[in-house]
């Protein structure tokens, strides 16, 4: 399935967020045409010029109106692409769980793969799961691989925040592979960690916020770096691409490259950006969190995919992004 970038039409949804705004930059750096979906309000137009303005853009790049309240509004976006990237999601971190999340997060991306499969030219979707899809169960697994579910029951009983996206992400994934299966539509899933690094988005994205929660004094924050796993965008957004060309793909990918404590990030920051007023790990010492298992990107990697950026490159691009964009 290696696609000629010339040739090739691929479709991106929900093209303002931080993993699809970034997918759509390498996208176009890699030939492709790109259709990139953006949900318009009503009331106001959002400014999009950061997509509109990337290297390539104004032969390349096609911006629809869709929302994934309107599966419908998918088609003409989706028809004549070989390539769909489903990046698209609600964003709702609380930890009260909405059905109403959950209902427009599966019933959109159902309508969308119905729309890739009576398209007859796609042929491979990549959706964007994550990690949260994996991670929160009672086995007492130390390491998770692809095999790994989020128990949803086990996750409400401990009412994280988060929880609403946590179910919502893996009743999604499930949907999708169960649809894929049920249709004969060949569909992959990525299944990134937290994702931080630069950004082209105007916005903070929240992962990047909560990455950054010791520089920034977000003390709110420090108990969800206890046990912290990351990746870097660009890895992200390449293994997006690459999944989509691999022949051989199939099935779950978890992308996963970093595994921190906040004692150790404590000490990576501290030692790197001594400017900052990292707090003490003494005080850090204190701090209660969820002690996360580890994840295993094995199945992505026994596959030649490389991860390129370490956790030097994660910090030294966010925090480079957020002087630029006035958030340090």
């Known amino acids: 399935m290696r696609m000629q970038g010339e040739k090739s039409s691929v ?43 990337l290297p390539g853009a104004p032969e390349k790049l096609e911006i629809i109106n869709a929302d994934l309240n309107n599966p419908d509004s998918f088609n003409v976006a989706i028809d004549g692409c070989v390539g769909v990237f489903h990046v698209a999601h609600p964003m709702d971190f609380t930890s009260k769980e909405s059905e109403t999340v959950n209902k427009a997060a599966v019933e959109g991306t159902l309508g969308i793969l119905k729309a890739c499969v009576n398209s007859k030219t796609v042929k491979r979707v990549v959706y964007t799961s994550s990690a949260v899809a ?29 929880n609403s996206y946590t179910i919502s992400k893996t009743l999604t994934e499930k949907a999708a592979l169960e649809f894929a299966e049920e249709h004969g539509l060949d569909l992959v899933t990525l299944n990134p960690s937290q994702v931080a690094g630069p950004f082209i988005c105007p916005g903070l994205p929240s992962t990047v916020y909560i990455a950054l929660a010791l520089i920034l004094g977000n003390q709110d924050q420090y108990r969800y770096l206890y ?3 990351m990746v870097h965008i660009d890895d992200v957004a390449d293994a997006h691409i690459f999944l989509l060309q691999c022949p051989s793909a199939k099935g779950r990918y978890i992308c996963s490259s970093v595994e921190i404590t906040i004692l150790e990030m404590a000490e ?27 994840l295993s990107s094995k199945k992505l990697l026994d596959l030649g995919f490389e991860f390129k950026c370490s956790i030097h490159e994660i910090f030294d691009g966010a925090i480079q992004c957020c002087k630029e964009k006035g958030f340090l």
């Open 11 to 53: 479709c991106v949804t929900g093209g303002t967020g931080y993993v699809a705004s970034w997918l759509v930059m390498k996208l176009l750096q890699h030939g492709y045409s790109v259709r990139a979906t953006v949900r318009f309000d009503s009331e106001c137009k959002k400014d999009i010029s950061y997509l509109t303005s």
């Open 134 to 162: 994996v991670m929160l169960n009672n086995k007492g697994s130390e390491v998770l691989d692809e095999s790994s579910w989020t128990d949803i029951d086990y996750c409400r009983a401990l009412k994280l925040r988060g």
């Open 268 to 294: 990576f920051l501290s030692s790197r950006y001594p400017e900052f007023q990292i707090p003490t790990t003494e005080l850090l010492s204190e701090i209660k969190g969820y002690k996360l298992p580890s």
């Open 227 to 229: 046990k912290t796993h």
